[in-house]
């Protein structure tokens, strides 16, 4: 098996999330943004995707009106993660305006300009889009961040993954079958520090912490790239 039929693509399926735009709503929203990056992927982009998503829900709500339908839109644009909000109405354009640093409000698209690579207002017939696309340091739509870490580990994977894809008749290490190779590897080693007298559980949390390290350095190092 070659290394290109080894490397294991990242379903990231658009979605999007019809709601009533008020205040409590907010918090949900962050959380189902956390959850949907993590599955993803792409955990680094997970505090300015919430920004966004918060910024842009609370420009409806402030010049749109509380509980306006509105959807919530996730989708990859190239290598870009895209971020929609809808609603209904197409006359309160979002603005980006100077706010001083004390002002309480009309800092939201600011904040937006700040933090997302572009953004922008799409006018239809019956309703608005206001969208922001952030960049997420991938070098295709369904790859995956990159390190020496992960790419030692597709390799074991494909090993681990060629004796399944034989007994399937399948040609490819899909997402299911590089799993299920994972925990194969995870529970080998186990047994291999077991069987020469080291402590499995305190290998496992030695690297944990590795893992939180190396993506603490990845997430670093895609910060620095202007």
Not at 16 to 21: D, V
Not at 94 to 100: E, M, N, R
Not at 144 to 169: K, M
């Amino acid at each position: 098996m070659d290394m290109d039929a080894c490397r294991v693509e990242v379903p990231r399926k658009a979605w999007e999330l019809p709601f009533l735009a008020e205040a409590a709503e907010l918090a949900g929203l962050r959380r189902v943004m956390r959850l949907h990056l993590k599955c993803w992927g792409l955990s680094s982009l997970v505090d300015a995707a919430q920004l966004c998503v918060t910024e842009l829900v609370a420009n409806v709500i402030r010049h749109v009106g509380t509980d306006t339908p509105t959807t919530l839109a996730v989708s990859m644009n190239g290598t870009h993660l895209r971020i929609e909000v809808h609603d209904p109405d197409t006359r309160p354009l979002p603005t980006l305006i100077s706010a001083q640093v004390d002002d309480e409000s009309g800092r939201g698209m600011a904040l937006v300009e700040a933090t997302a690579d572009r953004w922008g207002v799409i006018l239809r017939a019956d309703s608005k889009v206001t969208w922001c696309e952030l960049s997420t340091g991938l070098t295709s739509p369904n790859g995956h961040v990159s390190s020496p870490a992960i790419a030692r580990a597709e390799a074991l994977l494909g090993l681990y993954g060629a004796a399944r894809l034989s007994r399937s008749g399948t040609t490819r290490l899909n997402l299911t079958f590089a799993e299920e190779a994972a925990i194969d590897v995870m529970a080998d080693l186990l047994q291999w520090l077991q069987a020469h007298g080291c402590d499995p559980d305190e290998a496992l949390g030695q690297a944990q912490l590795h893992a939180d390290a190396g993506e603490a350095s990845v997430n670093e190092a895609r910060g620095a790239v202007p």
